[in-house]
């Protein structure tokens, strides 16, 4: 009697042997895509603007001063000499991953063991898994690049086992395998929008080759400009179907999401169920402050040099090598920009997010009091992951702010930039011009929801008639990128790849510090902070087993 | 007829000396005893009174008046399943006088409060909190890495639930024990690691057939005292110029919107004309900036009504008692309160010639409750009453709740409008608690004993968020959250208790069983979008927007079987042996049961021959034991590998963190590219499988001296402890690598704790109907963890090299820092790194470089203390003259650092929230004399550090009372009346703490919190 009075089973759960069979196995898959989209503010997977975009030239920590979240502004000021204590930033964005290959893995496991003839999406299925598997190595790879590469067939003991020290050319490779997987398994159009398909897989491969193009020693500096991998990536964006969204801001609006741009998405969505909807909180914490309509909490704002270099000279092109020769403080005064300016950063005077006012209820004209800390961190603000306040895409969540917006890791532009920097290094400059002209173009027709909303017409955007020389074709192809995903969170882990960090940062800090006192002592220390260090709690965690990233 | 010369006593003991004839009192305290030889010697005993014998002397009634034992009131102590004479206990017990803490046990609502700092080894935090509950009740310290509460045992009825305790009122309770040893508490081995609290309430009647008193209490509580000094608007406004112009940065660019800052703009030597304040919060002309103290908003006097009264009555045959409270606290925080209806039976009949008891002890209460809210972004209101900005008004010029606006300030909501807006959430408690028992004299001295107790509870928890519009603080959508837990703990024991005199011998054995059955359910529901907002609209089927759902249900069960053999010779000479086994649910087959045996002897060394004749020494006994106890707080499933299908729940649920509630961690996705609407979803790992899991235990030796002088006028407990818990449970992080939810529950962590106990007290009458007493206490500890397996110790603080292994698991690591740097030059000389970058300027911090190898970096961090005491103590004075009482009582601790948040505000500025005065006084080239840095508001010194954790002993004067008994001739004639007390009392009154202390209250330590009151209350006692 007492042995069963002490049997007491658990309930509303299910062990282990119960959950991986066939009827779970597509739950099992679903919980897979969920865990690349369960962000934390302070340690995100999706939107990569703390690594991405605060640590480049493009924009600032903001919040309330730079104790707000210190973490990120060790980043910002590359003052991270000891890897990160607690939770706040790489700890938890390399956990999430981790977590999110965990799903994959645990998926995989189960649908290998079924039979096919159970289980007819079998091979399907495992593309996928093996797709977002490769995405999250590949998120870690670009933010920590000496990290254990975790497959389906280890057990928890032998993953305690798993060493950080694949060689990097090699450890490229074995994530391409998964997304080379899923290109030769996945359809070109899936059952489900937001599944992976074959576009996503070859648009990864022709990213995750363009990084392994541009050879990196042990101190990352980059070495060699492989050409085999080159003409990869120029191969795979030829597999790539798709096309530009007639306007720049349908990236960034609702209506849009899983378009003919959008080529791998994370899904967002609200009054899903859930307990805060499964927005896009990873941005949560950088609508503007300050006005009523958002409120809180003002971080990622744009940099001075980020709004100079939408400057544009009289023929529509952008300055190269002057272009942050004076500071752009009012758009009146300049009078020549590029478009997208407006579509991705908000300064005083403009209309915010296309909008002119919310119902009666506010003025969406960007205003100087809009931002939360000016004396530190001035007046402009992110805009691309902001929506206006009357959307039903938009939430406020206590005081922070989600969106239904898709997060989009690779837009079809992304897929013609990356096939122009291949092409140009390749010598292939006048195969690489129609590229990047054909994203000008787009820039060019995408002035008319700005000006409905009330903007001053300053815009003067135009496409290159030759690139001269490789050197110039370069400049083009970078300032493109550039101002094309300005504050998306791609630009930090650009510089990298191109071996220039460095550079371009140094000299950023020495003109930027003279408008920011904060970033006065701030230093880009070649051979560190290219890379994030590896969380001291995991190489606690494996006894030491994981080796610690150079210059930590 | 016996007699206390007053009414008679029922129930006394007679027996002829030298021989086993005796009988007992009836109800009307009448004897009749046969066979009495002439020259026969009685001998008159009853529990509480003196000892009498008396000659017969031929006579054939003798009517006798006892005379009660003050220092024996105590002598019978419940030590589990059975109870013992106070002088032969072997353990560590300590009794709990309850009419010393009776009235401060009214005043708060909760006996457990009142008893801070009475019992050694007994350490109670308080809360601020109406509800009187406490936050953190210790017994001998920490024990154990993860729950450290007690168990209670109510009339034989276990529980883990503090709250059950509070609410019951003070007069019915018999008496309260404290089971500190393992030897001690070991009979309810896997549940007593943390020690046993025994609370017996009235179940028999002495001398009265019925019997009524009323005690009410009426208290006014200020938290006036613990209130930090904050800045005004005007004196803000020059803290944040001078700290911006230290920092080189233009006050007008930060502040600008708040301020308008005349001044030179030179910042070599800068120079202040003037500042203005911005007529306007964020240019809002509705908006008119202020002057706002928020604590004075905020809080306000609050008031506690508590009343109870207890009707009991009976015969030698039966018993019954009622007894019924109510409590009223209306908070000090605005829109705050609690109420509390409690009610207590108790009755018990004999049957068939007394062979026979049945009885049921019950204890029913409901409760409401409405505290501290928090702000939209989770900041509670108690710290934004000390730190929001005082430019920001309380309410708009046209009446609204005035919020933060334009550039400058925190995201942080007006607290009042929190308060306000959170008045209609409610927490509502039901609990029935108690048992049925029988017991059966089967054979002379044989007693079976049989209990069904049950511990229910219900508490449905309503949360209603209205839409706000605070400034830029808004939240749009209004929603309403209802939680319903259900709690059933189900307690069956069965023992056996047999009595064996053999002349000297004396033994006594108890044979049990006890099986346990706990169930938790919880259910939760919430829905949003309602079209009105009133009270009585918020109910879940009024919304009309999204409803979300969700509920769990888990339990454990043990069973246990235990046994005692207690034995005495010559009353000289104690021993006892318990063992129990136990089974829990919460571990696999193969470690389901363990065992759990103590032992103790004790020497009464006063009954010796050569001390009989002592009259200075009138008790000496020395107790000396070892015992094993178990824990198993764990989850009810901590063994098993589980999956969940959690659709879409948020971190916050599992594990509150900051930015927790908005980190999904769910299962499902909008697959379909929807953007809205039910989602497809899966399951995920939430634990990895332990099948070896195994008990906790806990291991320790006690040694104890009880002594009492010159007939108990000066009397004393000296106990002193070692203990060791092995295999503690935890659940130790694991390389992130491995994946999502693959912690497992182990075995591994060893800590040991050493510490030592001291009650001592004298008490004596004068002539003049002048009586005084003074108790002391003391009690003493050091805990420290021996071990703990490599991947756990990242969870705890300090390096590899200098690990929490030899330290306590309270003990701070941080920095050391030896005061400010006078000039440039002294702090360029100085080493730089780390955390001194920043600090390294005229004013700044100087940072130690422990290990000397000139940079300051994170090795140069040190232990710099722990933050529980390592020495408690407590003094108590009683004064009594003729009919009037005083009694005054202190306590306090030592040996402990503290964080002192108010530091955090008095000498640093932070740039969006309100400073304390300190940093009017901060380092400047002409104000050197002083401990506050020079203003910054980027580079701050909050690092750990001994700068911030400082020694914050402290002693305090917590209760002074003064009470009046009406005379006795006089309140006869009212109806009877037995005793009218009127008395006035002041709890939480004063304190005395070191010289670096600044803070409030020593006791605040948590800024999150309400602070603990200053209490005055009036009460009365009545008995009829």
Redesign the interface.
């Known amino acids: 009697c007492s042995e069963d009075f002490l049997e007491v089973e658990p309930t509303g759960v299910v062990s282990s042997e119960n959950v991986t069979t066939a009827e779970n196995a597509e739950g099992l898959v679903v919980a897979a895509y969920a865990a690349i989209g369960n962000d934390n503010i302070a340690g995100p997977i999706t939107n990569m603007w703390v690594y991405g975009s605060v640590r480049s030239d493009d924009a600032y920590k903001g919040g309330g001063g730079r104790g707000d979240v210190g973490a990120f502004d060790r980043y910002e000021n590359y003052t991270l000499t000891i890897p990160d204590a607690g939770e706040e930033g790489t700890p938890t964005t390399w956990s999430l991953y981790y977590k999110a290959i965990s799903r994959a893995n645990v998926a995989l496991r189960t649908i290998n063991e079924i039979p096919e003839e159970e289980y007819s999406e079998k091979q399907q299925r495992i593309a996928e898994l093996r797709f977002l598997r490769g995405h999250s190595h590949f998120m870690l790879k670009l933010l920590f690049k000496n990290i254990p590469f975790i497959s389906e067939d280890l057990s928890d003991e032998e993953i305690l086992e798993t060493p950080n020290t694949i060689p990097n050319n090699e450890l490229w490779d074995i994530i391409a395998d998964d997304f080379l997987f899923a290109f030769n398994n996945l359809p070109q159009t899936p059952d489900q929008a937001g599944r992976a398909n074959r576009n996503a897989a070859a648009a990864y491969l022709a990213k995750l080759r363009l990084y392994q193009a541009y050879e990196q020693d042990d101190q990352h500096q980059v070495i060699n400009i492989n050409e085999e991998k080159l003409q990869e990536v120029i191969n795979y964006a030829n597999e790539v179907t798709g096309s530009l969204e007639p306007d720049f801001a349908n990236n960034f609006l609702p209506g849009y999401e899983n378009g003919s741009e959008s080529i791998w998405a994370v899904q967002f969505s609200l009054d899903d169920g859930t307990d805060i909807g499964r927005g896009s909180y990873a941005t949560g914490l950088n609508s503007p402050t300050g006005n009523a309509l958002y409120g809180c909490c003002g971080f990622h704002q744009a940099s001075q040099n980020m709004v100079n270099a939408f400057k544009t000279d009289n023929s529509g092109l952008p300055l190269f090598d002057t272009f942050n020769d004076s500071d752009m403080t009012s758009v009146e005064n300049y009078g020549s920009i590029d478009p997208r300016f407006d579509h991705t950063v908000g300064f005083p005077g403009r209309p915010f997010k296309y909008r002119n006012t919310v119902d009666e209820s506010g003025d969406m004209i960007y205003q100087t009091s809009w931002a939360r800390d000016p004396g530190v961190y001035g007046v402009y603000s992110n805009m691309k992951e902001q929506q206006a306040p009357d959307c039903s895409c938009w939430k406020k969540e206590g005081p922070f702010i989600a969106t239904s917006v898709n997060y989009r890791f690779i837009r079809y532009a992304d897929v013609l930039l990356f096939k122009a920097e291949a092409l140009i290094q390749l010598d292939r400059l006048d195969e690489a011009l129609p590229l990047i002209n054909e994203v000008r173009e787009r820039a060019a027709a995408s002035t008319t929801r700005p000006l409905q909303a009330g903007a001053l017409n300053i815009y003067n955007i135009d496409t290159y008639e030759s690139f001269p020389s490789k050197e110039i074709a370069l400049k083009a192809l970078k300032f493109e990128r550039r101002v094309e995903f300005g504050m998306e969170g791609w630009r930090f882990f650009d510089l990298v790849r191109w071996g220039e960090a460095e550079e371009v940062l140094n000299a950023y800090l020495e003109e930027e510090k003279d408008e920011r006192d904060y970033l006065s002592t701030a230093h880009f220390t070649a051979g560190r902070d290219e890379y994030f260090p590896i969380p001291q709690r995991e190489i606690d965690f494996t006894g030491g087993l994981y080796e610690q990233n150079p210059g930590y | 007829t016996v007699t206390d010369g007053n009414m008679p006593l029922p129930g006394v003991n007679i027996i002829v000396k030298g021989t086993s004839n005796g009988t007992v009192t009836d109800f009307d305290g009448n004897y009749i005893l046969s066979n009495v030889p002439t020259d026969a010697v009685l001998t008159f005993s009853f529990l509480g009174f003196t000892q009498q014998e008396l000659n017969v002397d031929g006579q054939s009634e003798i009517n006798v008046i006892l005379e009660e034992d003050a220092a024996a009131l105590s002598e019978v102590v419940v030590t589990g399943y059975s109870s013992q004479r106070a002088v032969d206990l072997t353990g560590a017990v300590s009794v709990i006088e309850m009419e010393p803490i009776r009235e401060a046990s009214m005043s708060s609502g909760s006996p457990i409060q009142a008893m801070q700092g009475r019992v050694p080894g007994l350490f109670v935090e308080k809360s601020g909190n109406p509800t009187g509950s406490s936050n953190r009740i210790l017994i001998r310290g920490v024990n154990t890495l993860g729950n450290n509460e007690p168990l209670y045992v109510i009339d034989g009825v276990p529980t883990v639930r503090q709250e059950v305790f509070s609410s019951i009122n003070p007069s019915t309770i018999r008496s309260v024990q404290v089971l500190k040893d393992a030897s001690a508490s070991s009979i309810y081995g896997s549940r007593a690691s943390n020690g046993v609290i025994i609370v017996t309430t009235t179940d028999s009647m002495r001398g009265e057939e019925l019997s009524i008193s009323l005690n009410s209490n009426f208290s006014v509580l200020s938290e006036k005292q613990q209130r930090y000094d904050m800045l005004s608007s005007q004196e803000r406004g020059r803290v944040l110029w001078e700290a911006?112009v230290n920092?080189?940065?233009?006050?007008n660019?930060?502040?600008g919107?708040i301020y308008d800052f005349d001044w030179n703009e030179n910042f070599n030597n800068p120079e202040l004309n003037n500042i203005t304040i911005q007529p306007f919060v964020?240019?809002n002309t509705d908006v008119p900036a202020g002057n706002t103290d928020w604590q004075d908003n905020l809080y306000e006097t609050g008031y506690v009504v508590n009343n109870d009264l207890t009707v009991s009555g009976g015969s030698d045959k039966a018993f019954a008692l009622i007894n019924l409270g109510y409590l009223e606290n209306s908070g000090i925080l605005k829109y705050t309160g609690y109420e509390r209806y409690s009610a207590k039976l108790n009755s018990n009949v004999k049957l068939f010639n007394d062979k026979v008891k049945l009885g049921v002890n019950s204890q029913f209460y409901t409760s409401k409750e409405t505290l501290a809210s928090t702000d939209?972004?989770?900041g509670p209101t108690p710290s934004l009453g000390v730190n929001l900005a005082p430019t920001i008004p309380v309410f708009t010029a046209s009446g609204d709740y005035a919020g933060p606006?334009?550039?400058?300030?925190?995201?942080r909501n007006n607290p009042l409008y929190m308060q306000y807006i959170n008045r209609w959430d409610n927490t509502d408690r039901t609990t029935i608690f108690g048992n049925v028992y029988a017991e059966i004299d089967l054979l002379e001295n044989l007693t079976f004993r049989t209990s069904l107790g049950i511990d229910h509870s219900q508490t449905g928890i309503r949360d209603v968020e209205p839409r706000v519009?605070n400034?830029?603080?808004?939240?749009?959508?209004n929603r309403l959250t209802e939680v319903n837990e259900s709690f059933t703990s189900l307690i069956f024991s069965n023992t056996l208790n047999y009595q064996l005199d053999l002349d000297k011998h004396k033994f006594e054995f108890l044979l049990g069983t006890e099986?346990i059955?706990n169930n938790l359910e919880t259910v939760s529901a919430s829905a949003q979008d309602f079209a009105v907002e009133t009270d009585s609209y918020f109910v879940l089927s009024s919304a009309t927007g999204?409803r979300?759902s969700s509920?769990?249900?888990?339990?454990?069960?043990?069973?246990s079987q235990f046994g005692k053999i207690n034995y005495g010779f010559s009353d000289k000479y104690l021993a006892s042996f318990t063992l129990r086994r136990d089974?829990?649910?919460k571990f696999g087959a193969n470690n389901?049961y363990a065992l759990f045996p103590a032992f103790t002897l004790g020497w009464r060394i006063n009954n010796e021959a050569f001390l009989r004749e002592n009259e200075k020494i009138s008790n000496l006994k020395l107790r000396a034991g070892y015992g094993v106890v178990g824990n198993q707080f764990i989850g009810?499933?901590a063994r098993?590998?589980?999956?969940?299908?959690r659709?879409?729940?948020?971190?916050?649920?599992y594990a509150p963190?900051?930015?927790s509630?908005?980190?999904?961690?769910?299962?499902?996705?909008?697959?379909?590219?929807?953007?809205?609407?039910?989602?497809?979803?899966?399951?995920?790992?939430?634990q990895?499988?332990n099948p070896d899991l195994k008990w906790e235990e806990t291991k320790e030796i006690n040694v104890g001296l009880d002594f009492g002088f010159f007939n108990n006028k000066l009397a004393g407990t000296f106990d002193f402890f070692s203990r060791e818990t092995e295999g503690i449970l935890i659940q130790p992080?694991?390389?992130?690598?491995?994946?999502?939810g693959?912690l497992k529950w182990i075995n591994g962590a060893t800590t040991r704790t050493n510490g030592w106990e001291l009650s001592l007290a004298y008490s004596n009458s004068s002539e003049n109907d002048f009586t005084y007493s003074v108790s002391t206490n003391f009690g003493a500890f050091k805990d420290e963890i021996t071990s703990l397996p490599?991947?756990a110790?990242?969870s705890y603080p300090g390096t590899?090299q200098n690990s929490i292994i030899g330290q306590s698991q309270f003990s701070i690591f941080g920095y050391r820092t030896d005061g400010l740097f006078q000039s440039q030059e002294e702090a360029d000389a100085h080493p730089t790194g780390g955390a001194q970058?920043g600090n390294s300027r005229p004013g700044g911090i100087k940072i130690v470089d422990i290990n000397g190898d000139g940079v300051i970096?994170?090795d140069d961090r040190d232990w710099l203390g722990t933050t529980l005491p390592s020495l408690e103590y407590g003094v108590r004075i009683d004064l009594g003259y003729k009919n009037f009482d005083f009694s005054v009582f202190g306590s306090g601790v030592a040996g402990r650092i503290g964080v002192d948040p108010y530091i955090f505000y008095n000498n640093f500025v932070p740039?969006?929230e309100n400073a304390g005065p300190g940093t009017l006084n901060a380092w400047t080239p002409t104000n050197t004399n002083t401990e506050i840095p020079s203003l910054s508001?980027?580079n701050?010194f909050t690092e750990t550090s001994d700068y911030i954790f400082r020694d914050n002993s402290y002693f305090k004067i917590r209760n002074l009372q003064l009470g009046y008994s009406l005379p006795s001739e006089l309140i006869e004639n009212w109806a009877g009346m037995s005793n009218l007390r009127v008395y006035a009392q002041g709890e939480n009154l004063l304190w005395f703490t070191p010289s670096g202390y600044i803070g409030s209250d020593p006791e605040r330590t948590n800024i999150d919190l309400i602070p603990n009151p200053t209490v005055y209350s009036i009460g009365l006692n009545l008995n009829f």
């Open positions: 911006s920092d080189g940065s233009d006050p660019a930060g502040y919107e964020g240019g939209l972004g989770g606006l334009g550039s400058g300030y925190s995201d519009s400034g830029f603080i808004t939240r749009n959508i099986s059955d999204q979300r509920g769990t249900v888990s339990g454990d069960a043990l069973f089974g829990s649910s389901r009810d499933f098993f590998g589980l999956y969940e299908a659709y879409g729940p948020n971190q916050h649920r963190a900051l930015f509630e908005w980190h999904n961690i769910g299962t499902a996705y909008d697959l379909e590219g929807n953007s809205s609407g039910n989602l497809p979803a899966g399951f995920v790992s939430v990895a499988g992080p694991i390389a992130s690598a491995v994946g999502e693959r490599e991947e110790r990242t590899a970058i970096n994170s740039g969006r508001l980027v701050n």
